[in-house]
């Protein structure tokens, strides 16, 4: 169903008030899933919030904790998230690590702990607005296998990369280092959607185009050999700085019984000073470079997204009839 966007952010912060999100913490959490919908992410949106609800109504994730921080080096800041919302935790650890950035060149948080980060697109976009480069990433259970392999073993293991522009929007790179998330495996199921043979083993290790097989499967690593040891070498990075667990004892993002016991690392650069100028400058030589489609311009990472969100603005959300009953129901508005 298509849904007025000034219909459903209102939803959405009833329910996380219905459930005691602190204002503030209400508002990061919205807005990162309003995000995902606009931008034509579902899979990052709003099906994940009767899960969440579940998990503060059971403990799991204490909508009031900003995370407990310590600077373990001038340029290292240890984070124990205390089960608090990812949004929170994460944008509290960039305030307090922007400024150490800025001083030392470079700032760096390791965040073990929190829940769910969602899109990590907004993090980037959020460190690129306060002038610095950012680089962000999470773990998960294990959901991908290995390359020639035919059971999860590694997480889907995201990264976003933000670069800020003088006087535009700054250049995000947002992906999975799996061929595509199992939130989006989810979207498909609940909308009773077929998945592209390439996407997922069942559990038998065997290719499949039902998503609730590839559920109880494994996702592919995009790329072939190179995701997976993308996917691999930032499983060892994020749980080496954060002390997270690895991808087969992960638990907590796709389920409302159990801490969440992933990682999460956001890297903060100070850029050389004018290089955003030059960046501008390639970005523009790049979009106006030939095409192989005259009727497709060469883009860049982010472009479709925004378009996504500004139709979206205009024309409504589409969602998901079992997602918005949910909703109705958690918030106690008529459906």
């Not at 700032?107 to 607005?129: C, D, F, K, P, T």
Request: with cysteine; charged share 20%; proline share 8%.
């Amino acid at each position: 169903m298509l849904v007025p966007f000034d219909e459903v952010k209102p939803l959405v912060r009833a329910v996380l008030d219905g459930c005691g999100t602190p204002a503030a913490a209400a508002g990061l959490q919205a807005e990162i899933l309003l995000e995902a919908e606009l931008r034509g992410l579902p899979s990052h949106g709003l099906h994940r919030l009767p899960r969440l609800v579940r998990r503060i109504h059971q403990g799991l994730a204490d909508p009031g904790a900003t995370g407990e921080q310590v600077w373990q080096r001038p340029g290292f800041m240890s984070v124990e998230g205390c089960r608090g919302l990812g949004p929170v935790v994460g944008a509290a650890a960039i305030d307090a690590l922007a400024p150490a950035a800025r001083h030392n060149g470079i700032a760096i948080a390791a965040v073990r702990n929190s829940n769910h980060l969602g899109m990590l697109a907004w993090y980037a976009e959020r460190i690129a607005a306060l002038g610095l480069i950012g680089i962000v990433l999470s773990t998960s259970e294990a959901l991908v296998h290995p390359f020639g392999g035919r059971r999860a073993m590694l997480g889907t293991n995201p990264i976003a990369i933000g670069v800020p522009m003088p006087a535009a929007e700054p250049f995000v790179l947002d992906l999975a280092t799996s061929t595509v998330s199992m939130g989006k495996i989810h979207d498909h199921a609940l909308k009773r959607r077929a998945i592209p043979e390439d996407w997922a083993l069942d559990a038998d290790g065997e290719p499949t185009t039902d998503p609730k097989e590839a559920m109880r499967g494994s996702l592919a690593p995009f790329g072939g050999a190179k995701g997976y040891g993308l996917g691999l070498a930032f499983e060892l990075l994020v749980a080496s700085l954060a002390g997270s667990a690895f991808a087969p004892d992960v638990r907590g993002t796709l389920d409302a019984e159990h801490p969440c016991n992933k990682g999460d690392v956001f890297i903060l650069v100070e850029p050389l000073s004018g290089s955003g100028h030059a960046v501008a400058d390639y970005l523009a030589a790049l979009r106006s470079s030939p095409s192989t489609s005259p009727a497709t311009p060469v883009g860049i990472p982010g472009d479709g997204s925004r378009a996504r969100r500004r139709a979206a603005l205009t024309r409504g959300i589409e969602i998901a009839d079992a997602v918005w009953d949910q909703l109705t129901s958690l918030a106690g508005a008529p459906a």
